[in-house]
């Protein structure tokens, strides 16, 4: 594949970022594509290995390992290098209904993955894909995919997630009669207003929607099942029923002073700037601003980032981001090691923006807030910390000290709440009537029913907390199964 020398000869390009103490002024995206010419060159990287590692997509102890929707990435980098663009799009959309979502967000697996990755910078396989299906929309190759045949089956998605819309996507091209049902106003779901706008423009999520829809798709806003719609009118109107609901409800803070004002989901917060950016460009105010005040996230993982990022783009004093883990190492460690994700230190797009307005990375590693502290209004004034250790137990386990005399007080008028999802909102579920495991859906992995018959379930709901590309690839199961099911049941009839 690609040049059989090439990764000998070329070196990696990163994707092209506007420079961090300017694009903080603004809400568009901050990469932009490197030019055809320099694709080509990276494409020209990949090694021809005789295994490709890069879309093997499993787990390993829990780890990504390669492309979890198994993306033939060796066949569409070796066209890319010889410029045939078109072909490679048809390959890239044999296996990912939505390069441009993963192509943006997705923390590239594959790459890790990379056998060149063992000795140098893997191929630039994530630029790669995005560029492939921006041209294809640029180009007008990707164009509705309308299906000649209809089987008379009905199925119902709810929730519009990748997940779900991967899941009606395949469906539909199948011949069946889709709706999906979506509570909020945007569809899209976490692509809409769970990542904001300066990674994943609104436009690219509203465009994929609309060509799905061009192609016989039913979407219905603003209906929450359950309580719009119950699931007796879904299940006499529907073959079947998929729940795509996301794995939604955030874990919240348990301590001294959490019960003071200011204090917010991380979520909640994204999704209010990003809805007030959508609706009025900020115009009528109703996004909470941290402008001019001390911003403190508790929680180290990218939501957290996505948090610390926007609190940037709103002019705050400051910022940091609370972690309980040590920092990164560099390199690979033992615990990392090829093929898995390398899980290493980088300075990402908000980091890199923290560090250029205020000269330091904003994380803060091995902290433990200890205690919450109002004001003489009840709001959060500051935070109280303490240094730990992480430490090797006897038994094998990890467990974190407490350092004495390391305690130290923050000013914060803001508190953003990352610290991840318990899992599934228990409403829909329960009015379903289908069986949850630790706040999961219950459903085989084998063919994804729940416990109530012609109910499927799909996503963050059934398997918890996870990637856009793992609810990529659960949509598409799931479809399978479904399409599998309805077929058996025409047999009895």
């Known amino acids: 594949m690609g040049k059989s020398t090439g990764f000998m000869e070329f070196k990696r390009e990163k994707v092209q970022e506007n420079v961090p103490l300017e694009r903080i002024s603004s809400w568009n995206e901050y990469t932009r594509k490197l030019t055809d010419e320099k694709l080509q060159t990276q494409g020209a990287r990949c090694m021809d290995c005789g295994t490709p590692f890069c879309h093997m997509g499993i787990e390993i102890r829990g780890t990504a390992a390669g492309c979890p929707i198994n993306n033939v990435i060796p066949e569409w980098n070796d066209l890319v290098y010889k410029g045939q663009w078109e072909e490679a799009l048809k390959r ?41 299906i921006d041209k294809g929309f640029d180009n007008g190759w990707v164009t509705p995919r309308i299906p000649q045949i209809r089987s008379g089956y009905k199925i119902a998605v709810v929730g519009s997630g ?73 299940q006499h109107q529907y073959d079947a029923v998929i729940l795509c609901t996301g794995a939604q409800k955030q874990r919240t803070l348990h301590m001294e002073g959490n019960d003071a004002g200011n204090i917010h989901l991380a979520m909640e917060y994204l999704t209010d700037v990003t809805k007030s ?5 900020f115009e009528d105010k109703k996004a909470l601003n941290v402008e001019g005040k001390d911003v403190i996230v508790i929680g ?5 980032a996505d948090c610390v990022a926007t609190a940037l783009r709103q002019n705050c004093r400051s910022v940091y981001q609370f972690g309980k883990h040590p920092q990164q190492a560099t390199t690979r460690t033992e615990d990392t090691m090829w093929p898995k994700d390398p899980n290493v230190y980088t300075l990402d797009y908000a980091y890199a923006e923290a560090d250029a307005k205020f000269g330091r990375d904003p994380r803060e590693y091995c902290i433990q807030t200890t205690k919450i502290v109002k004001d003489a209004h009840g709001n ?88 856009v590309v793992w609810a990529i690839k659960e949509g598409r199961a799931v479809a399978a199964s479904v399409h599998y099911y309805l077929q058996e049941q025409a047999k009895k009839f």
């Open 92 to 132: 890239l959309h044999m296996t990912n209904n939505f390069p441009e979502f993963t192509g943006r967000v997705c923390p590239a697996p594959c790459e890790g993955s990379c056998t060149l990755a063992i000795t140098d910078p893997a191929v630039a396989i994530k630029s790669i894909e995005r560029t492939i």
């Open 162 to 234: 990748p997940a779900g819309l991967a899941a009606a996507d395949q469906l539909n091209q199948m011949g069946h009669s889709v709706t999906v049902f979506e509570r909020s106003d945007r569809f899209g779901g976490l692509l809409m207003y769970g990542i904001p706008n300066m990674k994943l423009e609104k436009e690219v999520v509203e465009r994929r929607v609309n060509l799905l829809s061009l192609e016989g798709i039913q979407f219905i806003a603003n209906t929450e099942v359950g309580n719009d719609i119950t699931k007796e009118q879904l």
């Open 277 to 281: 950016l959508l609706e009025s460009n």
């Open 300 to 304: 180290g993982g990218d939501t957290g």
């Open 380 to 467: 959060v004034k500051e935070l109280h910390t303490i240094q730990m250790e992480k430490i090797l137990g006897e038994d094998g386990f990890h467990y974190f000290k407490e350092l004495p005399g390391t305690e130290k007080v923050w000013p914060a008028q803001h508190v953003f709440v990352a610290i991840g999802f318990e899992g599934a909102e228990k409403e829909t579920p329960k009015h379903f009537g289908v069986e949850l495991t630790n706040n999961r859906i219950r459903a085989s992995i084998k063919d994804y029913e729940t416990s109530v018959p012609s109910v499927f379930a799909a996503g963050d709901a059934r398997r918890g907390q996870s990637l």
